[in-house]
C-alpha cells in the first residue's frame, strides 16, 4: 500500500503549498477556531500546523495516516451532501509517505494527549503518550526527502513560500470566523483573528488584499431564486503591480471556474468597457444540492446542475452593482 500511496501522492502533493493546503482544511472540517502555521525555509525543511479543533481519538491515530481512511463519509449519499472540504482519505497518507511526518492530538479540554510518527515508506504507525493541549498539530519535515526527482522541482525557498503564503491568504478569505497565524522562519508574517463584524472582516481583506484593494472597492450583497453573491469587486481605479487578484468561494470552498470568470468579465466588459482582468473577493452561496464540488482531486472545480442561471445571476448582479457607479 506505501507503493500506492507514493504514486497517488503526485496528485496532491506537488510542493510545500499542496501539503498546507490539506493540513489547514483537515483543521477547518475539525472545527478549528484558531490556525498555527509555522514555516522554515520554504516549507521544506519544516511545515507545522497547530490547530483547536476536535482532535483525533487515540485509537483513531493509525487510521488517520492511512489510506482511504475517512472519518467523513459515512454512507455513499453522503457525497451529495460534502459538508467538510475533505473527504478522500488519503491526503496525510500521501503526505507521511513523502516526508518524516509527526502528528500529535488531544479531544479532551485536560488530560494527556498522543502523538503518532511515519517516516517514507516506514509502515509502522506508532502511537506514544505526549502531552497536547486539546487539538492537532501535523508536523511535516523533509519534504520529498526519499523522493529526490520530486524534490528537483522545488523552486527556491522564497517562491516556495510565496505559493505557500498565497494558500493561507485564500484560506482565511474562505473563513472569516477562524484566526490564521503564519509565521515563517520565526517570523510573524500573518496574523489574522477570528472575525465577527463587516468592519473586521474588511479588514482582514484589507490585510490579505491590500488596502488598496479595499479603498477601490464596492461591496455587494445580493440574493435571488436561492442564490445570493456577496463580497468585494474593484473597480479599474485599482491597479495591481503584479498578479491576479481574483478570488471566488463556492459555499466556502476555494473555486476556479471558467463560467465565474467569464460572468464576472463580461460584467466589466458591458459596463466599463475594460478587458483588464478584474480583482474581487467573491461569495457565492447556494444549495449544496445543485453543485457538485467532486469532479477534480484537488476540488478547485465544481458543476453547477444549472450553470445557465448561475451564469446570468453572478452577471446581472455585478452589471447593476457597476452601472451604479458608472462614471
Ligand atoms: P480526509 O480529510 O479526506 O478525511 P485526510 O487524509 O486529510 O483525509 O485525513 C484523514 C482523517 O484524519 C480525517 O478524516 C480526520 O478524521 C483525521 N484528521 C486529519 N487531520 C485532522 C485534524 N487536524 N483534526 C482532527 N482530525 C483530523
Ligand atoms: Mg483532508
Known amino acids: 500500500p506505501r507503493l500506492a500511496n507514493q504514486i497517488a501522492a503526485g496528485e496532491v502533493v506537488e510542493r510545500p503549498a499542496?501539503?498546507?493546503?490539506?493540513?489547514?482544511?483537515?483543521?477547518?472540517?475539525?472545527?478549528?477556531?484558531?490556525?498555527?502555521?509555522?514555516i522554515e525555509a520554504g516549507g521544506v525543511k519544516l511545515m507545522r500546523v497547530r490547530d483547536n479543533g476536535g482532535g483525533i481519538?487515540?485509537?483513531?491515530?493509525?487510521?488517520?495516516?492511512?489510506?482511504h481512511a475517512t472519518s467523513k463519509i459515512i454512507e455513499l449519499?453522503?457525497?451529495?451532501?460534502?459538508?467538510?472540504?475533505?473527504?478522500?482519505?488519503?491526503?496525510?497518507?500521501?503526505?507521511?509517505?513523502?516526508?518524516?511526518?509527526?502528528?500529535?492530538?488531544?479531544t479532551e479540554e485536560k488530560g494527556a494527549g498522543w502523538k503518532a510518527q511515519s517516516e517514507g515508506r516506514d509502515m509502522d504507525v506508532e502511537v506514544s503518550p505526549a502531552p497536547h493541549p486539546k487539538g492537532t498539530t501535523v508536523e511535516v519535515r523533509d519534504l520529498f526527502f526519499n523522493t529526490p526527482a520530486r524534490r528537483k522541482f522545488l523552486r527556491t525557498e522564497k517562491t516556495e513560500f510565496g505559493h505557500l503564503e498565497e494558500v493561507i491568504k485564500r484560506q482565511s478569505l474562505s473563513r472569516f470566523d477562524v484566526g490564521f497565524y503564519l509565521n515563517h522562519n520565526g517570523k510573524a508574517i500573518h496574523a489574522l483573528k477570528p472575525c465577527s463584524s463587516?468592519?473586521?472582516?474588511?479588514?482582514?481583506?484589507?490585510s490579505v488584499?491590500?488596502?488598496?484593494?479595499?479603498?477601490?472597492?464596492?461591496?455587494?450583497?445580493?440574493e435571488a431564486a436561492g442564490l445570493?453573491?456577496?463580497?468585494?469587486?474593484?473597480?479599474?481605479?485599482?491597479?495591481?503591480?503584479q498578479?491576479?487578484?481574483?478570488?471566488?468561494?463556492?459555499?466556502?470552498?476555494?473555486?476556479?471556474?471558467?463560467?465565474?470568470?467569464?460572468?464576472?468579465?463580461?460584467?466589466?466588459?458591458?459596463?466599463?468597457?475594460?478587458?483588464?482582468?478584474?480583482?474581487?473577493?467573491?461569495?457565492?452561496?447556494?444549495?449544496?444540492?445543485i453543485v457538485d464540488v467532486n469532479?477534480?482531486?484537488?476540488?478547485?472545480?465544481?458543476?453547477?446542475?444549472?450553470?445557465?442561471?448561475?451564469?446570468?445571476?453572478?452577471?446581472?448582479?455585478?452589471?447593476?452593482?457597476?452601472?451604479?457607479?458608472?462614471?
Open 209 to 222: 488584499c491590500g488596502p488598496a484593494f479595499m479603498q477601490n472597492a464596492l461591496h455587494i450583497d445580493t
Open 228 to 241: 445570493r453573491l456577496w463580497g468585494w469587486v474593484a473597480l479599474p481605479t485599482f491597479s495591481r503591480s
Open 57 to 67: 481519538e487515540q485509537e483513531d491515530m493509525p487510521l488517520a495516516l492511512s489510506r
Open 243 to 289: 498578479g491576479d487578484l481574483q478570488h471566488f468561494f463556492v459555499n466556502g470552498r476555494v473555486i476556479r471556474d471558467k463560467l465565474v470568470s467569464h460572468a464576472v468579465r463580461q460584467a466589466y466588459r458591458d459596463v466599463l468597457f475594460h478587458g483588464r482582468h478584474p480583482a474581487f473577493v467573491l461569495y457565492l452561496e447556494l444549495d449544496p444540492a
Open 77 to 106: 449519499e453522503d457525497l451529495e451532501n460534502v459538508g467538510t472540504l475533505g473527504f478522500r482519505g488519503e491526503a496525510l497518507a500521501s503526505i507521511s509517505s513523502v516526508s518524516r511526518l509527526t502528528m500529535l492530538s488531544n
Open 18 to 38: 499542496s501539503v498546507i493546503k490539506e493540513l489547514v482544511e483537515n483543521s477547518m472540517d475539525a472545527g478549528a477556531t484558531r490556525i498555527d502555521v509555522d
Open 295 to 327: 469532479v477534480h482531486p484537488t476540488k478547485h472545480e465544481v458543476r453547477f446542475r444549472d450553470g445557465r442561471t448561475v451564469h446570468d445571476f453572478l452577471f446581472r448582479s455585478l452589471h447593476r452593482l457597476l452601472a451604479d457607479v458608472r462614471p
Open 198 to 206: 463587516q468592519l473586521e472582516r474588511e479588514r482582514r481583506v484589507a
